[in-house]
């Protein structure tokens, strides 16, 4: 079936650096969504993606659509210990839904 | 609140017994999703309803049903659950209307087969 990649798979940053996590695609998406999970807790909806290029700011985190609608990026700028998780990306044609392999996330206090 | 919510928290069942998960909704959403999830890994969907018609992803084994009585509840049901089976499962929902609704979960079964 369609996959999504994510890279890297793990990062350890110390907190106030940054982070970034990238979704690549072989084929061209119409959307992506992105999710964050905290240790055992459950997939909470971060924020859509439609448009070429698009970027999109929800405080400290960036989110960007490429122009060829192949990947898509999650920047967060001087993480914080409340940023651990993993953070998905994933794709919702209405159709076919997948999530992206994940990034997990750790900040060192 | 509105929310997603799945009963039991966990569930431990024995290899070959059937086992029946359930969730529920009161967002009122077209969408029902089954996921599910294994350590380390990303959520797998297994099928989902809009509203009543029922879509079975295509890797998903036999061993899993699924039914939607209402709106507002969906069940997953292991007819012959397998060591494999021990997993986290999810629910969501989403309104069924255009594409890319986010999708809302509820915090999830733990599954452990004995």
């Known amino acids: 079936g369609q996959q999504v990649m994510q890279i890297p798979q793990y990062q350890h940053v110390q907190e106030g650096e940054d982070f970034t996590t990238y979704c690549n695609s072989s084929t061209t998406l119409s959307n992506i969504q992105w999710y964050k999970q905290r240790p055992g807790g459950h997939p909470v909806f971060l924020i859509q993606l439609v448009k070429s290029g698009e970027v999109k700011k929800q405080k400290r985190l960036t989110f960007q659509f490429g122009e060829a609608k192949k990947n898509s990026s999650l920047h967060i700028t001087a993480t914080q210990t409340t940023d651990v998780g993993t953070y998905f990306c994933a794709v919702n044609t209405g159709n076919q839904f997948y999530f992206g392999t994940g990034t997990s996330l750790t900040v060192i206090p | 609140d509105a929310m997603v919510i799945q009963n039991p928290r966990y569930q431990v069942t024995q290899f070959g017994k059937p086992v029946t998960l359930s969730c529920s909704q009161t967002l009122n959403h077209n969408v029902m999703y089954w996921y599910q999830q294994k350590s380390s890994q990303a959520p797998k969907l297994l099928f989902h309803?809009?509203?009543?018609?029922?879509?079975n992803e295509a890797d998903t084994p036999d061993n899993f049903q699924s039914r939607r009585p209402n709106t507002s509840f969906c069940f997953l049901d292991i007819r012959s659950p397998g060591l494999g089976d021990a997993a986290m499962y999810l629910c969501a929902t989403s309104r069924g209307e255009g594409m890319g609704q986010p999708q809302h979960f509820g915090d999830g079964t733990r599954l452990s087969i004995l």
């Open positions: 309803y809009y509203d009543k018609d029922f879509n």
